[in-house]
């Protein structure tokens, strides 16, 4: 009896492609069960803790626990960043016991300069001795001169720093690099960094108000973000509950705000965000500045750089940068919110 042939559209099957094909969809049954089985091992992870001065939460599904991983990754970024850590890489470059900075600094450093191109000096992260300056006007009562001012801005500026490879050049040894308004939004990136090269997918990182997400909350849904409704009356030292509430799944978000720092003197009053390419308090209405961006280390930068230029200047920006988003919340004439968002930018500002 002859042997039964299988044929498709194009003639005869051979028999050992019947086989390798059986045994290719074997395979793949088996393989969609590990992987299925796999799957149903995950577990949701909640990693949290002090850091930085500040506080860190982590939410992640995965099949192991991170949590030693994640701590040891931020207090990679304490040593290399922080300023209240004496012997942290950066501490050291300002103090002039080296000019060689590690891997973090210089990326820090160059995406710093970078946002200080882009935002004509607002971002800046030599202004610490203005800050302090001004700080402890506010705490003393007696605002620094002008003489003082200018004085101090003779060693501040970004151009005044210079990185050339890992080396940092600072123009005056008084200078203080301070990357507080860059640090912790960097730190989120390298926990995402860290969760995505361990095949998580699903996560949600917070760094003192700081944020990134990925994939899927908890309830298999896009992950929301609330913002905080800031006070424009300074009347006690709380937001007022929540602002507006946005999609937030796959991204970056870093809030800046003044509302909680300012000091009134003779009915006037000063924010204590100082304007580096003045060296003064900024004198505008906007309370808070929410960024959406690529990196929460960028998100971080230009929140603090918008709360710098005021809405205006930073809508103008805003237009020319179509990789950022923002929510940019301001005290209206009559002391009522004022909130404006960016076109493409969804926010419920009605659930709540």
């Known amino acids: 009896m002859a042997k ?19 045994l290719f969809l074997i395979l793949l049954v088996v393989g969609t069960g590990f992987v299925l089985w796999r799957n149903g091992q995950k577990q949701w992870h909640t990693a949290s803790g002090p850091i930085f001065g500040t506080e860190y ?12 991983d994640l701590l040891g990754e931020l207090q990679r970024v304490d040593n290399s960043l922080s300023m209240f850590n004496q012997n942290s890489n950066l501490s050291k470059i300002n103090k002039g016991l080296t000019c060689e900075a590690d891997e973090l600094v210089v990326e820090v450093l160059t995406l710093a300069q970078q946002v200080s191109g882009a935002t004509a000096g607002a971002f800046d992260v030599t202004v610490g001795p203005l800050v302090n300056a001004w700080g402890f006007g506010f705490k003393q009562g007696t605002m620094p001169t002008d003489a003082q001012v200018d004085s101090l801005r003779a060693f501040v500026g970004a151009d005044k720093l210079k990185l050339t490879g890992n080396k940092v050049a600072r123009a005056d040894k008084r200078m203080v690099i301070d990357c507080g308004a860059i640090a912790k939004g960097y730190a989120v990136d390298r926990l995402a960094g860290l969760l995505r090269a361990r095949g998580v997918e699903h996560f949600m990182i917070e760094v003192g108000g700081e944020i990134r ?16 409704r800031p006070t424009s009356s300074g009347a006690g030292s709380e937001s007022q509950g929540i602002e507006a509430i946005m999609p937030c799944s796959n991204k970056a978000m870093a809030t800046s705000g003044n509302y909680r720092n300012f000091y009134v003197k003779d ?22 500045a929410t960024v959406l961006a690529p990196t929460c280390a960028e998100a971080d930068a230009y929140a603090t750089a918008f709360m710098v230029m005021g809405e205006e200047e930073a809508k103008k920006l805003l237009s020319a940068q179509p990789q950022l988003q923002a929510v940019l919340i301001s005290e209206g004439k009559d002391g009522t919110l004022v909130t404006w968002h960016t076109p493409t930018l969804y926010v419920d500002k009605n659930s709540h």
């Open 4 to 22: 039964e042939k299988t044929f498709s559209a194009f003639g005869p099957v051979p028999q050992w492609t019947r086989k390798w094909g059986m």
């Open 57 to 68: 939460n982590v939410k992640y599904l995965a099949h192991e626990n991170l949590d030693k």
């Open 213 to 228: 997400t990925h994939g899927k909350n908890s309830e298999d849904k896009d992950w929301s973000i609330g913002i905080q």
């Open 267 to 288: 009915g006037k009053r000063y924010a204590h965000t100082i304007d580096p390419r003045t060296g003064r308090p900024v004198e505008h209405s906007l309370l808070s």
